[in-house]
């Protein structure tokens, strides 16, 4: 939690985000948004995962968070665009080594990105 916290500060988000982990849930990260503060869930699964895959969907998070009107996909686009394509990558090269590859409606897919 350490690590995420620390990632999330480096990102400098407009307010508050709060940081709290989550035990099996169907997703690695999700942020609601408050008011004043946003609360980032981050799966238990995450500890696992490498440094930059971790940045890449803070990241992803925190664009959902300053933009609620962009897609999944427009929202990785976005991840891309900021310089955190070799970090997306190694989401999904982790991603994909344990479960199934992620679909067009979910994101953008590994193929995709590569060639971004
Ligand atoms: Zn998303």
């Not at 940045?55 to 664009?63: D, P, Q």
């Not at 590859?101 to 193929?111: C, H, I, M, V």
Request: aromatic fraction near 10%.
């Amino acid at each position: 939690m350490k690590r995420i916290r620390r990632i999330v500060r480096s990102f400098r988000p407009s307010k508050p985000v709060l940081v709290i982990e989550v035990n099996k849930a169907d997703y690695y990260m999700a942020v609601s948004n408050y008011f004043l503060l946003a609360i980032l869930f981050v799966d238990k699964s995450c500890r696992k995962m490498p440094t930059p895959a971790v940045k890449a969907l803070v990241l992803h998070e925190l664009i959902h968070l300053e933009d609620p009107t962009l897609s999944e996909r427009g929202v990785d686009l976005r991840v891309i665009q900021l310089g955190f394509k070799e970090h997306l990558i190694s989401f999904h090269r982790w991603h994909n080594k344990k479960f199934k590859k992620y679909k067009r409606k979910d994101g953008l897919t590994l193929d995709e990105i590569l060639h971004e």
